[in-house]
């Protein structure tokens, strides 16, 4: 019962501000995953590829 309650109240505030009560953030990533994220979407710095999934778990495997 309770809740239902607080769920009530939730949503007569996001009626009422016309909107969620609170402010809503991604965490930001630091400068080594934004480095590991740019390097991938480039194709830089890649200890190795794959052409298929397959090819992938064959070589997880193998490790």
């Keep these: 019962m309770k809740f239902i309650k607080n ?3 939730l949503l ?3 009626k ?3 909107g969620l009560p609170f402010q809503m953030q991604l ?3 630091n400068p ?3 480095a ?3 390097d991938v ?3 830089r710095n890649m200890s190795c590829t794959f052409d298929s999934v397959d090819e992938l ?3 997880l495997n193998e490790k």
């Design 27 to 29: 965490p930001k990533p």
């Design 16 to 18: 009422c501000k016309g």
């Design 32 to 34: 080594e995953t934004i």
């Design 41 to 43: 979407n480039n194709n």
């Design 7 to 9: 769920l009530h109240l």
């Design 12 to 14: 007569d505030k996001i």
């Design 57 to 59: 778990m064959k070589d």
């Design 36 to 38: 590991a994220i740019e």
